[in-house]
Structures are given as structure tokens and as C-alpha cells.
């Protein structure tokens, strides 16, 4: 294994905060205490008790579930709303702004019934809404509406169905808006409405110039496929005009992307929405809404920069910077501020689920030790390598990793060319790693690391296998490079000494981790411990309750995982609340149109003909068919006996 970087240094649980950063990016729910575990406190650091994500983990492997284990924290969801609220109450007041803030949960975000049943369950007091994008989103919504004062947003395209549950809804006394997002949907919007003789209340999706940095920069600006244009606009307000429906005209929307990181184009957004909202009510429309769309970003890096993993600004920042750019905006014509709606659907549930998995193994970047002597070879290649490790020292670093990059390459081309042996060429790889683990390690100690050395530091490292799929668990992190923090959750009073990257149990090159959040830059290598012979190493992967869920695929295979929820009391004690078993064998073959009956008699066919042919016993032919039988009941996962 590499050794042991941090030896010499004093080790505190300071320290693992600093190194992996949780302070930075926990928000207040999550931190290391005293013994060196991981904890959550779902009701904010200063106050409320405190779980070890250990001791959570262990008691359901205790309770026969096994890792990979995603693992939401409910309260979280609580907080999380409660706190966007809060935050939007305190910017109106300063600002003496007259209108209120009505939010709504984007069902796409995380569409697991338990999360939209527990959201609307903690929004329910402060009027929390949600947002559908598509039939089976909003026949989800009115289900689970629980307060007629919160609104239900209809984005999306939208048939007669889609337009007909949502007059029904209407017709019950909920708050549903049909957002127009193509011109074309008006007309059937008022046929349906005329038909079933009940008014919608409408809105407007508009095209913003305003385009946000990012990685989903692409939702908005003039390019934009979503909302409608200048000219479009005009047409709709026309038709509803004809059709004497222009007071049903009460909302302009705007979305001009998820994960926004920087806060000048939220303000630049909310201030051109304005100038929009201003024509419309000038146009006639009674207005009264500003649905400001998602884009509130997560901290993923905890660097509080316009990085695309992170966000230059607070909750309060953009609460105040929103509140404040309609008010200079409408109060230039003493327009009535309008009620506030977002459509925050990342920042409300990222914080709130985990994924918990253990490390299977560990490849060694550490090679066998040099031999004492080296053998005789036709030429100095070797002896070069060692005089280059006999000579690394901060001084001639800069020249000793040239030499080595040099030495490299020669070894591959006196191989090719049949020069030197296979030992030797193996010898010889096994001096050059050594070197680049020495010059990393003299690196690590430098007050300035040379340009040009700052990459050796990334080739050495270990790698961790961790019991879970990527593209399951985690598609953003493989698909738009999303940086999520990763670390493990207990053994935090101990120095990690191996510099790894973390690799998952699909066979694709892609099914790893190699990129962490820091304050400065990315890092490519995660510090992390020596594996113990008895006992279990276990990691997290935080911040993954938005988007990730049930965007993840069946990649080699592998199903979803076991999900965990726990809700935890005042007091300190918590309780597994809900339990969803992942997926067997069986299951994610059927998936994939596999009849399992139908696998198990081809497979007895076989096994008969094996006996036929004198390969197998009878008896052998019984262990087989247990043995497959019991793979098929199996997690698909790693198994521990
Ligand atoms: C995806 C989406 C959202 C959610 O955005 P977040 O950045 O996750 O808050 C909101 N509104 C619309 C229309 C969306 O398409």
C-alpha cells in the first residue's frame, strides 16, 4: 500500500473534518463527533440530537439488510422546507415586500412516493405546492395534495387528460395553474375548460435571454426548447382575449435552469421576468403570481464558488437578492408585488438521502520492494531507474521526474523491440512506481509544489472497490462529471493513510469516483484507511437525494438498492420508518424480459444432458439448480455470508 502520509502528523477529528471537507458542505446537517463517526442532526448542528451514521449502518446490516444501503434522513426534508420558507418570510419583511412565498416541490426531482408523501406532509403548514410535468406527475400530485391553499404548478405538455384532471382538481378547490408552454396548447385548454364548464387559472411560461452558468445552461436563453417567445406571448394573450378569458391569466413562469451557481443571473433572471410580468398586467391580465422556477444549487464541494458542483451565495442571498429585484423592478410603475412561487426542487431533497456501501478490496498502488540486487541485464536501463530513486530529494525533484518519464517510455520501446525480457520490463515498472510514490511523497511535504509535479500527486493512489453501481446510485456523477461528497463515516480520530480512488463492482472503466470536492480545486484522490482484517470499512456518499434516484440504470445489471428510511425524534431515538427491499436477481432479469421459469428449465435441460454425458451426478445436478435458484433469490450486490 502507499505509505503512510500522515504518520508523523498529529491527527485530530479537526483535521478529517478539514480533509474531507463536511463542514463546508454539510449545511449543518451532518459533521464528526468525538468518537470519529459521522453524524447527522437533522434538525441543524447547534440544536437537536445527534445520529452516528455507524451505528445506523450496523444496526441494519444487524436487521439483515445489506450494503449498498440508500438511506434517507426524513427530517431532513422537514428542515430543508422549513428553512426555505423561513428564509423567504425574513427577506419579505426586510424588504417590506408585499406579497407572500408559496413554494412547490417539483415532483421530477424525486419521485418516490414516500418523498412527495413526507414533503407534502411538512409543507403542508406553510402552504408547500408541487409541480408536474407530465400525466403520471400530477395524477401523483392530487393525491397527495393536503392543503388547498398550496399550489399545484402544470408544466409540461399537456393532452386532454392531462388538461381534464387538472379542471377536475380545480373543480375540488385546489390551486392548479396550467402553464402554457406552447402556443398551441391554448385552445385546447379552453375547449376543455368550456366543456367541463370550469375556469383554469393560466400561466405563462416565457423564454428568458437570461442564460445561467453551469452545467444546465442549456434550459434557458433564447435557444432555449422550453417557453414561449416574444411573438408567442402576444398570440396567447390575443386568443384569451377572443375568448374573454384573459383574467384566467394569473402567472408568469420562468426556469432558466437547475444548479445555478452563480447569483447574478438569478437576480439578472427574476429582473427581465419582470419587465414581462409588468407588459402583461399592461396587456389587461390580472396577474398576481411570479413563479421563479428551480435553480437554487447545492453546495456539492463546499466551496461557496460559481463552480458548477457549488453556488456563490446563501439561501439568504437569494432569497433577499429575488425579493429585492422585484421590488425595483415593479415599484418603478407601482405595480402590486406579486405572491412568489419556486419551483426548488435540488435544494429541498438533496441533503436528505445518502448512499451507505462497504470497500469489497484493495488494489495496491505500492509495488513488490525493490531486490536487493538487480540482475544482470544486456543494458543500463534498471541501473538508471535505481540511480534515479537513490537520488530524489526536493531539490531535484523536478529533474528526477523527467528522468523517470524518459525511463518510462524507453522501457515500453526496448520491449517492443525485443530488448529486454519480461522480468526485466516488469523489474523495471516496479522502479518507476516506486520512484513516482517517492517523488509524490516529497512532494506532499513541499511548502510549493513545481508546476509540471503537481500531477504525480494524481497518479499515485490505491483503488478502493466499493459495493455499489455508479450508474445506478449515482448516473450525475458518471453522466455531468457532478462532483458529490464522498468519505467514510467512522475510524475519522485516525489518520487515513492512502491516497485511493474508489472504483464500483460494474465492470466499466467509468464505475469509479475520482473526482472530490475542495475548497480550491478538484481533488483526484480521496485520503482514506488502511482496511482492518475483521471489520467492515464503510462509506457515504452524501447530498444524492435530487436527481439521482430514479435516473440511475440497470448497468451490468445491477438493481436498486435497499432503501432505509429513519425519522428521528427529538430525544435522540430514531426509528426505521419505511423499508423498500432492492432489487433481486430475478427481478432485474425480468426487467430485461428474461422469463425466470423459463431459465430455470433450460438450465435443468442442460444439467440433464450433463448427466447423460457422464459430467456430472445426479446430486451434482441438485447442488447446480440450488445454487441458481438461490442466485436468482439473491441482492444483486455483494453478499456477505
Ligand atoms: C427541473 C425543474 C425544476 C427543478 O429545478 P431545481 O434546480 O432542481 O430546483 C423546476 N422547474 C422546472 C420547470 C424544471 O424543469
Do not use: M, T, Y
Given at each position: 500500500m502507499v505509505r503512510n502520509l500522515y504518520s508523523k502528523q498529529k491527527w485530530s477529528i479537526e483535521d478529517a473534518s478539514e480533509l474531507y471537507g463536511i463542514n463546508n458542505w454539510g449545511a449543518g446537517y451532518f459533521s464528526v463527533d468525538e468518537s470519529g463517526d459521522v453524524v447527522v442532526t437533522p434538525f441543524g448542528s447547534d440544536h437537536g440530537p445527534r445520529i452516528s451514521l455507524y451505528k445506523v449502518a450496523r444496526e441494519i446490516e444487524e436487521r439483515g439488510f445489506s450494503m449498498p444501503v440508500l438511506l434517507r434522513i426524513e427530517n431532513i426534508l422537514g428542515s430543508q422546507i422549513k428553512l426555505l420558507h423561513e428564509t423567504f418570510r425574513k427577506a419579505i419583511k426586510e424588504n417590506n415586500y408585499q406579497g407572500e412565498y408559496k413554494g412547490v416541490f417539483p415532483i421530477k426531482v424525486n419521485q418516490q412516493e414516500q418523498v412527495i408523501e413526507a414533503i407534502s406532509q411538512f409543507g403542508k403548514d406553510y402552504g408547500h405546492g408541487l409541480e408536474a410535468g407530465s400525466k403520471p406527475e400530477l395524477i401523483a400530485a392530487i393525491s397527495m395534495m393536503k392543503n388547498r391553499d398550496a399550489c399545484l404548478i402544470c408544466n409540461g405538455y399537456k393532452d386532454e387528460e392531462f388538461i381534464d384532471l387538472g379542471l377536475y382538481a380545480v373543480s375540488m378547490g385546489f390551486k392548479v395553474f396550467f402553464v402554457i408552454e406552447v402556443p398551441g396548447e391554448v385552445d385546447l385548454i379552453i375547449e376543455r375548460s368550456k366543456h367541463l364548464n370550469i375556469r383554469p387559472h393560466l400561466g405563462l411560461r416565457i423564454k428568458l435571454s437570461t442564460q445561467a452558468e453551469g452545467?444546465?445552461?442549456?434550459?434557458?436563453?433564447?435557444?432555449?426548447?422550453f417557453g414561449l417567445g416574444m411573438s408567442h406571448i402576444v398570440t396567447v394573450v390575443d386568443r384569451l382575449k377572443e375568448e374573454n378569458m384573459l383574467d384566467c391569466l394569473q402567472l408568469l413562469h420562468y426556469h432558466i435552469g437547475?444548479?445555478?451557481?452563480?447569483?447574478r443571473d438569478i437576480r439578472a433572471g427574476a429582473i427581465e421576468a419582470c419587465r414581462f410580468y409588468e407588459e402583461l398586467i399592461k396587456e389587461g391580465a390580472p396577474m398576481g403570481y411570479l413563479d421563479l422556477g428551480g435553480g437554487l444549487a447545492v453546495d456539492y464541494d463546499g466551496s461557496h464558488t460559481d463552480h458548477h458542483s457549488s453556488r456563490n451565495y446563501t439561501m439568504e442571498e437569494y432569497c433577499t437578492d429575488i425579493v429585492d429585484s422585484v421590488v425595483s423592478v415593479l415599484d418603478k410603475n407601482n405595480i402590486p408585488h406579486p405572491t412568489l412561487i419556486t419551483e426548488s426542487g435540488r435544494a429541498t431533497v438533496a441533503y436528505y438521502s445518502l448512499l451507505l456501501f462497504n470497500i469489497l478490496d484493495v488494489s495496491s498502488f505500492l509495488p513488490p520492494p525493490i531486490p536487493e540486487k538487480m540482475p544482470e541485464s544486456t543494458n543500463d536501463l534498471l541501473e538508471n531507474l535505481l540511480a534515479t530513486y537513490k537520488m530524489i530529494s526536493p531539490k531535484d525533484i523536478q529533474e528526477c521526474l523527467n528522468d523517470v518519464l524518459f525511463y518510462k517510455s524507453q522501457a515500453r520501446q526496448l520491449f517492443k523491440h525485443g530488448q529486454i525480457t519480461i522480468r526485466e520490463r516488469a523489474l523495471a515498472e516496479n522502479l518507476v512506481q516506486h520512484i513516482l510514490i517517492e517523488l509524490s511523497e516529497v512532494s506532499r511535504h513541499m511548502k510549493q509544489i513545481p508546476r509540471g509535479l503537481q500531477n504525480i500527486n494524481r497518479m499515485v493512489y490505491d483503488i478502493y472497490y466499493g459495493n455499489f453501481s455508479l450508474f445506478q446510485s449515482l448516473p450525475d456523477v458518471w453522466a455531468i462529471d457532478q462532483i458529490m461528497p464522498v468519505m467514510p463515516?467512522?475510524?475519522?480520530k485516525e489518520a487515513p493513510t492512502h491516497p485511493a480512488i474508489i472504483s464500483d463492482i460494474t465492470c466499466d472503466c467509468d464505475g469509479k469516483i475520482d473526482k472530490f470536492p475542495d475548497p480550491y480545486n478538484e481533488k483526484r484522490n480521496i485520503m482514506l484507511h488502511e482496511l482492518l482484517p475483521d471489520e467492515d470499512y464503510y462509506l457515504g456518499v452524501f447530498l444524492v437525494g435530487a436527481y439521482q434516484e430514479t435516473l440511475g440504470d440497470l448497468h451490468n445489471l445491477f438493481g436498486d438498492t435497499n432503501v432505509i428510511s429513519i425519522n428521528v425524534n427529538q430525544d435522540g431515538s430514531y426509528q426505521f420508518i419505511r423499508e423498500v427491499e432492492g432489487d433481486s436477481v430475478a427481478d432485474v432479469l425480468a426487467f430485461v424480459e428474461y422469463d425466470v421459469r423459463s431459465m430455470k428449465n433450460r438450465l435443468k435441460k442442460i444439467a440433464e444432458e450433463s448427466i447423460q454425458l457422464g459430467l456430472i451426478t445426479a446430486k451434482d445436478r441438485k447442488a447446480i439448480i440450488e445454487s441458481f435458484t438461490a442466485g436468482l433469490r439473491g441482492y444483486t450486490y455483494f453478499e456477505k455470508d
Open positions: 452545467l444546465w445552461s442549456h434550459s434557458g436563453g433564447d435557444a432555449s426548447v437547475s444548479q445555478i451557481p452563480n447569483i463515516i467512522h475510524r475519522l
